[in-house]
């Protein structure tokens, strides 16, 4: 039981390339969320799925894309990365969305847009 | 609308000691707390959540926090301790109605000492 993983670990890109983060759970979790993290300021949701075929914008969702390929999976898409883009960014899930429920973290993809 | 406040940056302990992270919040509802740890270039892990009842709640690793509505606060405590300890800590919190966002702190750093 791998819990929340994700790929990959690290990336560089240049301005204005692409590249799409994966995150896959095998709890049989419903709810998927993805965050990204930056120094002294905690962790801000840029999109989240509350189940299978639905997903909708957190806090940060400018510059970002997502999909919820299946149950398992879901991805995030930068469609042209920016400097402003560098950050750490975590993928989580939780059985149910409701506020009570507990998310559970990935390890994490750091990534740098020079 | 809610928050969350994590007013100190870093916390030093010596082993041996009992530890405080401290965290007050800000929410329209009935607040759901939570306490994550963060070691080095790792995500983050569930330690404890406050959702009903008993105001002192027990989680991993020997952590335990306290709920007091009156002063909004959701301090994360250990009575002795350990070197292992030292992480950065997150107190977050949603709340009924609030949808599927879990708002996060800044973080604290813990950093225990011989």
């Known amino acids: 039981n791998a819990g929340v993983t994700q790929t990959p670990k690290f990336q560089v890109l240049k301005t204005g390339q692409s590249m799409t983060l994966q995150c896959a759970q095998d709890m049989n979790h419903n709810s998927m969320y993805w965050y990204r993290q930056d120094p002294g300021m905690g962790l801000r949701l840029i999109y989240y799925?509350?189940?299978?075929?639905?997903?909708d914008k957190g806090e940060v969702p400018n510059g970002y894309n997502v999909s919820r390929l299946n149950k398992r999976e879901f991805s995030l898409r930068l469609e042209s990365a920016a400097p402003s883009q560098t950050s750490v960014y975590f993928c989580?899930?939780?059985?149910?969305?409701?506020?009570?429920?507990?998310?559970?973290f990935g390890p994490g993809t750091r990534l740098l847009v020079l | 609308a809610q928050s969350v406040a994590q007013p100190e940056d870093q916390v030093n302990v010596a082993e041996g000691n009992p530890l405080t992270v401290k965290c007050t919040y800000s929410v329209s509802g009935n607040p759901y707390l939570f306490w994550y740890v963060q070691y080095p270039n790792r995500g983050l892990q569930f330690l404890l959540k406050?959702?009903?009842?008993?105001?002192l709640v027990k989680g991993s690793y020997g952590f335990e926090a306290e709920f007091n509505k009156s002063q909004t606060s959701f301090h994360l405590k250990k009575p002795s301790a350990l070197v292992s300890d030292s992480a950065l800590y997150f107190c977050?919190?949603?709340?009924?109605?609030?949808?599927?966002?879990?708002?996060f702190g800044t973080g604290t750093q813990l950093k225990v000492e011989l």
């Open positions: 977050a919190v949603r709340y009924t109605g609030g949808g599927n966002k879990l708002t």
């Open positions: 989580a899930s939780s059985l149910i969305p409701g506020p009570q429920e507990t998310q559970y």
């Open positions: 799925s509350a189940s299978e075929g639905t997903t």
């Open positions: 406050y959702i009903t009842g008993d105001n």
